[in-house]
């Protein structure tokens, strides 16, 4: 016997829902065959609302019993919610683990294929520092001002000289670029010194000492990162990359 599901879901000329696409799609991986219910205009959206006292759509329903919008269909299914929910990690491990990838491929290229040799080198260890300093630049000067406004609120130079906030990102960029094109040691390793030392100061001082619940503004302004264990890392690894440089 099939299971069926009733969906309604806005699509209009201006806008189609995507958790409607979403719910939809869900529904037939579950095997239901699914009556798919069209809003086509905000007015009929809105007076679908009103009749069955609902605030959004996507709206399923099974066995003529409402389930509700996406979230509450993934729940029926017992699947967790599609957001992450509070805190995550996820933005800057993924940045870490591609950069590392990355930093492997540009290995095995310039060994021709002799994998052993040159993906457990230094070298391929600095390219994925660099990379990843290059990267999480990139996710702050996405939106500087959004940076800036949660930098400011753990880091010690930052909260006494507010436009080093504005100027760290570029300084990140400039090592960890720097690093991958060869630049001379003392061009490139004080930059990564100075901003790794103070930011791991800064990071023990307000996790680990005044014990602040803090978000990392490592990854960008707008991400739900906790500061803690892996924004010192990332301070870490530009000290050690700056010492590395002075040594090779």
């Not at 066995?63 to 933005?91: C, I, M, W």
């Not at 100027?167 to 991958?180: K, L, Q, S």
């Amino acid at each position: 016997m099939s299971k069926t599901a009733s969906l309604y879901r806005m699509v209009t000329p201006e806008h189609i829902c995507p958790f409607g696409l979403k719910s939809k799609d869900l529904l037939e991986r579950k095997g239901f065959e699914v009556q798919d219910h069209t809003l086509t205009t905000r007015e009929e959206a809105d007076a679908f609302k009103a009749k069955h006292d609902v605030e959004t759509t996507p709206q399923t329903f099974i066995d003529n019993e409402r389930v509700g919008g996406y979230d509450e269909l993934r729940s029926y299914f017992g699947k967790p919610p599609a957001a992450p929910q509070g805190k995550t990690y996820t933005p800057v491990t993924s940045i870490f683990a591609m950069a590392f990838v990355l930093a492997i491929a540009f290995s095995y290229h310039v060994g021709q294929g002799a994998v052993m040799q040159n993906i457990f080198s230094m070298r391929t260890l600095e390219v994925f520092v660099a990379l990843s300093m290059s990267v999480l630049a990139v996710q702050k000067l996405r939106d500087l001002n959004s940076f800036s406004n949660q930098f400011i609120t753990y880091d010690l130079f930052a909260m006494k000289v507010v436009r080093y906030a504005y100027v760290y990102p570029f300084a990140e960029a400039f090592a960890g670029i720097g690093m991958i094109a060869g630049l001379p040691a003392w061009l490139v390793a004080p930059v990564s010194l100075f901003i790794g030392t103070v930011g791991a100061v800064s990071v023990i001082k307000a996790v680990y000492i005044d014990k602040r619940d803090l978000k990392c503004a490592c990854a960008g302004g707008d991400t739900n990162v906790p500061l803690g264990f892996v924004s010192l890392t990332e301070n870490l690894f530009m000290i050690a990359a700056g010492i590395w440089m002075f040594v090779r």
